[in-house]
């Protein structure tokens, strides 16, 4: 698995709204996998959060953003996966206890209901934070 790629995958509603996030992910050293969408046309996020998980799966990623526009319907398609943990986020406080407490792998941002700086921080958050394990670990281990 590569520890140093970043996947994206996202709906049409996040195509702007993305593009800042990946240049910093790429500046802070990673790789980003691009599994799009990079266009306008009207998509259905489960598409996206299918080409996520099987990124993961395959290795071609350690961890994922994804995008929609509440981010709410790709996290839910997402976690149909069970090798996916996709924490929706709307603070730092949830990026930073996403990782910490729930081993979180992907990361879900919202481009309607968000503020790109506000991503920002949430996907530095993101990158930046260890899983604590301990107790923590056994209730990830439950959760597979
Ligand atoms: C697309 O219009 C929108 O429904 C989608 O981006 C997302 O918000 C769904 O949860």
Known sequence: MSETVIAFANDHA???YRQPLMAA??????????????ATASVDYPDYAKAMADALSEGRASR??????????????ANRFSHVRAALCHSTTDARLSRQH???????????????ETAMDCVHTFLNT???????????????
């Open 64 to 77: 994922g953003i994804l995008i929609c526009g509440t981010g709410i319907g790709i996290s839910i398609a």
């Open 130 to 144: 260890d899983f604590e394990g301990g107790r923590h670990k056994r209730r990830v281990d439950k959760m597979s």
């Open 25 to 38: 992910v790429e500046k802070a050293g990673y790789t980003v996998l691009d599994l799009g969408t990079g």
């Open 102 to 116: 729930n081993d979180a792998n992907v990361l879900a941002l919202g481009a309607r209901t968000l503020g790109p």
């Open 14 to 16: 996040a195509v702007d």
